[in-house]
Structures are given as structure tokens and as C-alpha cells.
């Protein structure tokens, strides 16, 4: 195969918002309806306990912040974490998202990333620190529907939403340096109306939309270097 095709190739995969190689964390939720998301979850603040029905995860009480994180796996600093919008529908102010950075639990401090619905804004990437909420970027641009994966990362001091892949929102802020992955939900109408399916997360350790530096066609024995978002994870490409 020429070397031009090995680098297409690379480049094609380097368009993927989340390219994660080191620990990684995924639940499905399929398992019989719980109160509880299960060992591998821990409530996150306080009365804010997600459950489990028909596979998916929806709030416990209405207007009530559900967040939870994951206690099965300690990422590094560069983290990233998906979900599945699995049921999205309803007149009323709705939320789902996921959480990165988190603290322990019941300590309401972390980033997070959700999809609103019936509300001013429909993206919004925010902090709260000890339950004291800030937002770092929104959008009311983005019209979200059931089956759309939203995705938050966060590399260094930068943190990027993406939904469906693409990228739609991005922020930075140094405030929160390590901690858990998790989701989040809220609903003020029926428990019904927002359900989160396909949980992913863990650490990001590529992650960037680049184009290659150097030439296309490079000779034998000769190194490509793509830059990344951070100069530390940038990848090389040695043609042997």
C-alpha cells in the first residue's frame, strides 16, 4: 500500500472527536430495573440517585438534579465521557449530559456538558464548584433529539462538547484538575421524558481535528508529525 494511503487512513481517524487508548469505562444498563445504577456507580450529590428502568437510566424525582459518577475506574487528568440520549420528548425543562472531573461523592464539584430541552439555551458546558454552579459556554443553536450521543472532553485546561461527533461547544477553565466520570439528568415533567442509554468514558489520551504537517508522500525512513491538541499527545508517524 503507498505510504500517501497509510496517512489518509491515519487522518481518517484522527476526525473522531474521542480517540481513547489507556482506562475505559462502558455500562449499557441492561440488567433487571433497580432504585440503584449498580456496585460500579456512586450518587454524586446529595438525593440526586438515578434509577434503572427498561435498560435505561432516568431521574428518581422530578426537578431534582440526578447525577451520579463511576467508582470502577480512577481516569487520568484527560478525561472524556459519552451518552446516549435515549428517550428525549415532553413539553417541560428537561436535561441530560455527563460529568467529568468529578470530586468525591456527594462533593458537588465537576464539569459537565448537557443537552437541554424547552429552555433558552440547548447546550450549555458548565462547573459547579461545592454546588455552586457557573456556565462556561452555551448555545441555543442545536436542536436535540432521542438518539443523539452527546460527548464531553476534557484535554488540559480545554473542555469540547460534541454531539454526535461534531463538535458544538468549547470552554476553558483550570478550576478542576482530576476526579470521576459520570452522567446527570433533570425532568420537571413525567420521569419518562429524558432516558440515558450506552454509557462511555475513561481517558483521553489522542484527541484532536488536525490536518497533517509536512509532505503527503514522504520517503522511506522519513517521520510525520500530527499536531495535537496538546503538544505532549501529539502522534508520529514513522514511515519504515
Known amino acids: 500500500m503507498k505510504v500517501r494511503a497509510l496517512i489518509a487512513a491515519f487522518l481518517l481517524l484522527l476526525l473522531a472527536p474521542a480517540l481513547s487508548w489507556g482506562g475505559t469505562f462502558t455500562d449499557n444498563f441492561t440488567r433487571a430495573d433497580n432504585t440503584d445504577l449498580g456496585a460500579d456507580w456512586d450518587v454524586q450529590i446529595t438525593n440526586g440517585a438515578g434509577q434503572i428502568v427498561g435498560n435505561r437510566v432516568r431521574v428518581t424525582t422530578l426537578t431534582q438534579n440526578m447525577t451520579e459518577s463511576v467508582n470502577a475506574l480512577v481516569p487520568g487528568a484527560n478525561q472524556f465521557a459519552r451518552i446516549t440520549l435515549a428517550t428525549w420528548t415532553g413539553a417541560s425543562n428537561g436535561e441530560g449530559g455527563v460529568i467529568l472531573r468529578a470530586a468525591s461523592p456527594t462533593t458537588e464539584t465537576f464539569y459537565g456538558f448537557k443537552a437541554i430541552k424547552n429552555a ?13 454552579f457557573t456556565s462556561l459556554a452555551s448555545s441555543a443553536t442545536e436542536t436535540w433529539v432521542a ?21 458544538v461547544l ?13 452522567l446527570a439528568a433533570y425532568e420537571e415533567g413525567a420521569l419518562t421524558d429524558v432516558e440515558l442509554d450506552s454509557f462511555v468514558g475513561g481517558d483521553v489520551v489522542i484527541s484532536f481535528i488536525g490536518s497533517a504537517v509536512g509532505s503527503s508522500s514522504p520517503n522511506t525512513g522519513t517521520t510525520v508529525t500530527l499536531p495535537g491538541s496538546m503538544a505532549t499527545n501529539d502522534l508520529i508517524i514513522v514511515v519504515a
Do not use: P
Open 120 to 132: 433558552a439555551s440547548t447546550s450549555e458546558i458548565f462547573k459547579r464548584i461545592g454546588g455552586v
Open 147 to 167: 438518539g443523539d450521543v452527546l460527548e464531553l472532553q476534557v484535554n488540559g485546561s480545554t473542555l469540547i462538547g460534541y454531539r454526535n461527533g461534531i463538535q
Open 170 to 182: 468549547s470552554a476553558s477553565d483550570t478550576e478542576i484538575l482530576t476526579g470521576r466520570i459520570g
